[in-house]
């Protein structure tokens, strides 16, 4: 099954590739059920990661934080947490790998109160090492707040009465 879009926002970023953009950015697929699964795609020149949202609360929180990012330079710092554990049955010998991210939507004041966006992912590995890895980062320290809050009600209007 294809993804749908509903949301993206895309940046240059030129001390990480020239030619292509990170982006941040939400789909969905149709499931058997016809009902949609939404998730958050994180793309970094090189890698993208994708994570489910909890349900369709999720997403409009989601929305709705670019929708409160302050116009005016005011502190403001709304997080939302996203994980997923392989879909693989590990053995009981191997280890099982849950990825956990977080996106932040924010105005940073140790830069002067610019609007950004935030991805940060690691791996948590279970079974015999207990070990945490780094996974990606992706990260617009200078949004554009107009274009952000038009992607939202796109989010919004395209999450329609989802439950």
């Known amino acids: 099954m294809g993804y749908t879009g509903a949301f993206e926002y895309a940046w240059d970023d030129a ?3 020239a030619d292509r953009p990170s982006v941040l950015s939400v789909v969905y697929e149709r ?8 998730l958050l795609r994180a ?5 993208t990661e994708i994570l489910p ?7 409009r929180q989601f929305a709705q934080a670019m929708l409160d990012l302050p116009d005016t330079a005011e502190y403001y710092d709304v997080e939302l947490d996203f994980s997923e554990a392989d879909t693989g049955a590990p053995g009981p010998e191997e280890t099982k790998r849950i990825c956990v991210a977080t996106v932040s939507v924010f105005r940073d004041p140790a830069d002067g109160l ?14 015999r090492l207990h ?12 949004v554009d707040i107009d274009r952000l ?3 939202a009600g796109a ?5 329609g009465d989802d439950v």
């Open 53 to 59: 949202f909890h349900n369709a609360a999720h997403v």
């Open 149 to 151: 809050r038009a992607e």
């Open 15 to 17: 001390s990480l590739s």
């Open 114 to 127: 610019r609007p950004g966006l935030n991805y940060q992912s690691f791996y948590e590995f279970s079974g």
């Open 131 to 142: 070990a945490t890895g780094l996974g990606m980062q992706i990260c617009c320290d200078d």
């Open 155 to 159: 989010l919004l209007a395209a999450l």
């Open 43 to 47: 793309c970094h020149p090189l890698f």
């Open 31 to 38: 499931e058997a059920t016809g009902r949609r699964r939404w």
